[in-house]
């Protein structure tokens, strides 16, 4: 399975999209500031994460996610 998920910054109102198959994991090295995107946010916080069956099909909903109507649905409906 694949993971897409949603982080937010304890500090600002950073948020991240992303998509990994260990959603444990990643958030963990978000939060160890191997991530040079999100380093300068941390810590974080995991919000919510959805299975995806596929890698390619958990890529398109990251990518949908970080669009103008995936930031809207995103606000409107988890955060």
């Known amino acids: 399975m694949w993971f897409v998920y949603i982080i937010k910054s304890k500090r600002c109102k950073f948020k991240y999209v992303g998509c990994t198959s260990e959603v444990y994991k990643r958030v963990e090295e978000h939060n160890e500031g191997l991530c040079r995107s999100t380093k300068a946010y941390r810590p974080f916080e995991l ?6 069956r596929g890698k390619f099909k958990a890529l398109d909903l990251e990518k ?4 103008g109507s995936g930031t809207t649905f995103i606000k409107k409906h988890i955060l």
Not at 47 to 52: G, M, W
């Open 47 to 52: 919000v919510a994460y959805v299975a995806v």
């Open 64 to 67: 949908y996610l970080k669009t």
